[in-house]
């Protein structure tokens, strides 16, 4: 007479709720890895950025490509800070600094902004460059009309830049929050399984 054997029903111990813990720290760490990624990345756009304080101009050595001039209402230039001036009627021009025929401006379609530090920025006028070269951008007031100093940034792909920058760093951040979610869930059914009565 042979005996039926049975395998030993192996019962898994319910999970710690330190597993709670791990998940809050998953998307903490996601939140930061988000964070760094944008301050890093637009420090070095910003590297890319040439400042100048208007009224006034200055000689650009530019490649081809399309460029956007930024209003930089923080910002700080040769150890002196501007903040919040107002450069209503301001008139901008970029030509070859040999000068030829100056390039056409165009105001910028959507809005882009930054703000990084001791700067802060968005975008007013945009122009292409047609082949690389030095350019001259000259800024001033109808009349010669006397306003306080500001500060204008030009630089190519940065609007591009700070919107790819934007959807990786909410990507980063979606799937950090996504894993914690996870994590949350499958604790929570393994601890319920495991200390339901049987």
């Known amino acids: 007479m042979s005996e039926q054997t049975r395998r030993p029903t192996v019962e898994r111990p319910a999970p710690g709720r330190m597993w709670y813990a791990a998940a809050v720290l998953v998307a903490l760490a996601g939140f930061a890895v988000a964070g760094y990624r944008v301050y890093s990345s637009l420090d070095d756009l910003m590297r890319g950025m040439a400042q100048v304080v208007v009224p006034g101009e200055a000689v650009l050595a530019l490649e081809p490509g399309r460029y956007t001039i930024f209003h930089e ?116 059914r393994r601890r319920r399984a495991a200390l339901s009565p049987r």
């Open 73 to 188: 209402y923080q910002s700080a230039v040769g150890g002196r800070i501007y903040s919040g001036t107002d450069i209503s009627g301001l008139l901008v021009r970029v030509a070859p600094a040999d000068g030829g025929t100056p390039l056409d401006l165009d105001q910028t379609g959507a809005t882009s902004s930054y703000e990084l530090g001791s700067h802060a920025g968005r975008s007013v006028l945009a122009f292409d460059v047609p082949q690389a070269g030095d350019y001259r951008l000259v800024a001033s007031y109808p009349g010669g009309e006397a306003k306080p100093e500001a500060v204008l940034a030009v630089g190519r792909g940065m609007t591009g830049g700070i919107l790819s920058l934007v959807f990786s760093a909410l990507a980063i951040v979606f799937l950090s929050v996504a894993a914690a979610a996870a994590i949350v869930i499958m604790t929570y």
